[in-house]
């Protein structure tokens, strides 16, 4: 069975950072290319951030220059690092898969970037 697990979400202040942290299991991690999704309130999920088996990245214009996207094939996981955060990533993250035939959701973390 396959599961996502995120965390590392939370209030920080306008140039800052956070660490997001996804925990994969049921699955063989090494084979799949890995996502960040994001969705703010009243807006459509969006993609942020994408990290291939062979650890090639791509990410949102957006975000470009201050997120970095990585995994550890090892224990499982894949991070998002988020600096100089502004409000407008405010936003609920989720890790996201494609396997067997369908794409897996995390339960998403709370991103929220306010003074």
């Known amino acids: 069975q396959v599961q996502l697990v995120e965390s590392g979400g939370g209030l920080v202040q306008p140039g800052g950072s956070l660490r997001l942290s996804c925990a994969a299991s049921?699955?063989?991690?090494?084979?799949?290319?890995m996502m960040w999704y994001r969705q703010a309130p009243g807006k459509e999920r969006e993609l942020v951030a994408a990290?291939?088996?062979?650890?090639?990245?791509n990410y949102a214009d957006s975000v470009k220059g201050r997120f970095t996207i990585s995994r550890d094939n090892a224990e499982k996981m894949v991070y998002l690092q988020m600096n100089s955060l502004k409000p407008d990533d405010t936003a609920v993250y989720y890790c996201?898969?494609?396997?067997?035939?369908?794409?897996?959701w995390g339960q998403g973390t709370q991103v929220t970037v306010s003074s």
């Open positions: 996201n898969t494609w396997w067997g035939g369908r794409y897996y």
């Open positions: 990290i291939t088996t062979a650890g090639q990245t």
């Open positions: 049921g699955f063989s991690f090494s084979g799949y290319a």
